[in-house]
């Protein structure tokens, strides 16, 4: 029988940063368990890893905004360098969506953002495959750009295990010891782990891992995305932001020799390794033909579709549990995981070591009785 202070369901970005931030924070004794042979198998390894701050959500957008300064500036003692191309963000609106970007655009300013609105001559002059495209105008923040995630995440985990953490892979949980409505183990298939604490950060599984526990059914639910990568393309710039069409829900970025494109489709689909759906690039097809017309006759050299998992009312969940005492919730980031992960971790980690959080309006509770 194993036993660790604070037990981590999940090593993806929401359970690696936790992990991170809690031992950096001091904590001494921390599991991380993963179902899987390794880490990063589902949605934190199966996105499009672009750093995007300029979102309607204000306080995701402030989580946004810390997260994206930890990528910028990783501490200069981590052991894993983590490459990040600050090639910045185009964000294009039309009609109510270019409203809407300049409702954001106004709030993120003032929160202290460095963007800027760009007339559609400028867009077109930064990125000139949007000849044709159905845009007003958009967000040019040159403070966003692309990371490498598999790094990022490798970090975090090492930067753990220097301070003491340790990780379980093919450590499936199958249970949990609750007595008196208080998490006392957690049961997998490696034995009962003996906790105090027991961390939800188990992406798509979240909802079944809580219900294992007897915790708050709350309503999340897993949503299939596609991402496709073109062929190669000698006209695509390296140094390109990426572009994402919110009118339309289309984006795409430079993926050399080509780009990578996703048409944003949504489906419900149950937690695992999601099946391609052909529907998908066909959308994608329709949305280039009639958004982005200078794309349409791309070729797709590959494909797959990710996870991402969201709260009904889109928010993040992250608190305490209030039906079982010492369950906290670390999930629903819903496609944000890349950029707020730092600042996700450092929230879950002061609410675990009892540190002052002022307000957390990620906090389950929401939900109600």
């Known amino acids: 029988m194993d036993s660790a202070e604070h037990v981590i369901i999940g090593a993806g970005l929401a359970g690696a ?25 589902h949605s934190s390894g199966r996105n499009a890893a672009m750093i995007r701050q300029l979102v309607s959500d204000p306080e995701i957008a402030a989580l946004g905004r810390e997260g994206a300064a930890f990528v910028r500036r990783i501490p200069p003692d ?18 109510p969506a270019a409203e809407s ?14 963007a800027e ?28 750009g692309v990371v490498d995630v598999a790094a990022l995440l490798q970090g975090y985990l090492r930067e753990a295990r220097k301070r003491g953490a340790r990780l379980l892979t093919r450590c499936a949980v199958e249970g949990f010891d609750v007595r008196n409505r208080r998490v006392e183990g957690v049961r997998t298939s490696q034995g009962l782990i003996r906790c105090k604490t027991a961390i939800n950060a188990a992406g798509a599984w979240a909802g079944e891992v809580a219900r294992r526990a007897g915790a708050a059914d709350l309503p999340l639910a897993p949503y299939r995305r596609h991402i496709f990568v073109s062929g190669p393309l000698d006209w695509v710039r390296r140094d390109w932001p990426f572009v994402w069409d919110v009118a339309h829900e289309v984006y795409f970025r430079p993926e050399p020799p080509g780009l990578l494109l996703s ?37 797709i050299s590959r494909s797959w579709a990710g996870l991402r998992t969201l709260a ?5 969940v992250i608190g305490w549990d209030r039906v079982v005492e010492g369950f906290l919730w670390v999930a629903a980031l819903g496609g944000h995981g890349v950029t ?28 109600g009785s």
Request: proline residues 7%; aromatic residues 6%; contains cysteine.
């Open 263 to 299: 048409p944003c489709d949504e489906a419900i689909v149950p937690p695992g390794m999601p099946a391609e759906d052909s529907a998908a690039v066909e959308l994608l097809g329709q949305k280039l033909e009639r958004h982005l017309p200078r794309l349409a006759d791309i070729t």
């Open 101 to 114: 970007l300049r409702r954001d655009l106004a709030e993120a300013r003032r929160a202290g953002l460095e």
């Open 17 to 41: 940063a936790t992990a991170c931030r809690l031992t950096e924070a001091g904590a001494d004794s921390v599991l991380v368990v993963e179902q899987e042979d390794a880490p990063g198998i």
């Open 78 to 95: 981590w052991d894993e360098p983590v490459q990040f191309d600050a090639n910045g963000s185009l964000l294009l609106g039309l009609g």
């Open 340 to 367: 707020t992960s730092a600042a996700v971790g450092s929230l879950a980690a002061r609410l675990l070591l009892g540190r002052r959080v002022e307000k957390n309006p990620f906090d389950p509770a929401r939900y």
């Open 312 to 316: 009904s009312d889109h928010k993040f």
């Open 117 to 144: 609105w760009r007339a559609a001559e400028q867009c077109l002059a930064q990125v000139p495959v949007l000849e044709g495209a159905e845009f007003e105008g958009g967000v040019w923040c040159p403070t966003d």
